[in-house]
T-cell receptor, first 113, second 117 residues
C-alpha cells in the first residue's frame, strides 16, 4: 500500500472548519483514500473513504485532488469531541487480507474552546 | 452488543507470564484483525482471520504470539512468556466481508491495554 504524509499536529477553534491535509503522491490507480480517527482510549473509528470523486457523509467531507496525489478531510464545524488523532490511509478496496490497514503517525487534532 | 467487544480492558502481567486476550467481533462479520499499538504510535497489523482460517499472520512479532478463531466468531490472542516490550494496546477489528468484497469498513474494539512488569 502507498505511504501517506500528514502533519503531526493541528489546532482548530471550536465551531470552525478543520481541514486536515494528506499527501499520497505514490497512490496507485486502484487504491482508495480512507480516513479513520482515534479518540483517546478508544479504538480507531472509520470516517470516510473515496477513490477520485469528492465524498461527503454525516461526519465529514473528503476532497481528493484531480491527480489524486493529495486529499483533505474537512470537519465543517469542529467540536471538542472531535479532538483525536486522524489517520489517512491509502489501500486497495478488496476485502479479506487486503482490508488490513497500514496506519502512519496521523495528525493529532486539538479542538480548542 | 452492537460493537466489537474486547476483554479484559486492562491486564497487568509479570514478565514471563502467559496472557490471553479475547475479542468478540460483530455478529456475522467474516473478517477479523488483530493490531498492536505502542504508546504514541499508530496501530500495527498482527494477524488476519477469514472465518476460522488464519490467512495472514505476517505481523506477529515472534513465535510467542499465537491467535485463534476456532468457530469463526470469538478470537483469542495469546502471548506466551510475556516480555516488557509486549506492553501495548491490543486492538481487534472486524469487517463484514471476506476476500473479494469491496470497501468493507473495519469496526474496532476499545482494545486491551497490556502492561508487563
Amino acid at each position: 500500500d502507498a505511504k501517506t504524509t500528514q502533519p503531526p499536529s493541528m489546532d482548530c477553534a471550536e465551531g470552525r472548519a478543520a481541514n486536515l491535509p494528506c499527501n499520497h503522491s505514490t497512490i496507485s490507480g486502484n487504491e482508495y483514500v480512507y480516513w479513520y480517527r482515534q479518540i483517546h482510549s478508544q479504538g480507531p473509528q472509520y470516517i470516510i473513504h473515496g477513490l477520485k470523486n469528492n465524498e461527503t457523509n454525516e461526519m465529514a467531507s473528503l476532497i481528493i485532488t484531480e491527480d489524486r496525489k493529495s486529499s483533505t478531510l474537512i470537519l465543517p464545524h469542529a467540536t471538542l469531541r472531535d479532538t483525536a488523532v486522524y489517520y489517512c490511509i491509502v489501500r486497495v478496496a478488496t476485502g479479506g487480507a487486503g482490508n488490513m490497514l497500514t496506519f502512519g503517525g496521523g495528525t493529532r487534532l486539538m479542538v480548542k474552546p | 452488543g452492537a460493537g466489537v467487544s474486547q476483554s479484559p480492558r486492562y491486564k497487568v502481567a509479570k514478565r514471563g507470564q502467559d496472557v490471553a486476550l479475547r475479542c468478540d467481533p460483530i455478529s456475522g462479520h467474516v473478517s477479523l484483525f488483530w493490531y498492536q499499538q505502542a504508546l504514541g504510535q499508530g496501530p500495527e497489523f498482527l494477524t488476519y482471520f477469514q472465518n476460522e482460517a488464519q490467512l495472514d499472520k505476517s505481523g506477529l512479532p515472534s513465535d510467542r504470539f499465537f491467535a485463534e478463531r476456532p468457530e469463526g466468531s470469538v478470537s483469542t490472542l495469546k502471548i506466551q512468556r510475556t516480555q516488557q516490550e509486549d506492553s501495548a494496546v491490543y486492538l481487534c477489528a472486524s469487517s463484514l466481508g471476506g476476500t473479494g468484497t469491496l470497501n468493507t469498513e473495519a469496526f474496532f474494539g476499545q482494545g486491551t491495554r497490556l502492561t508487563v512488569v
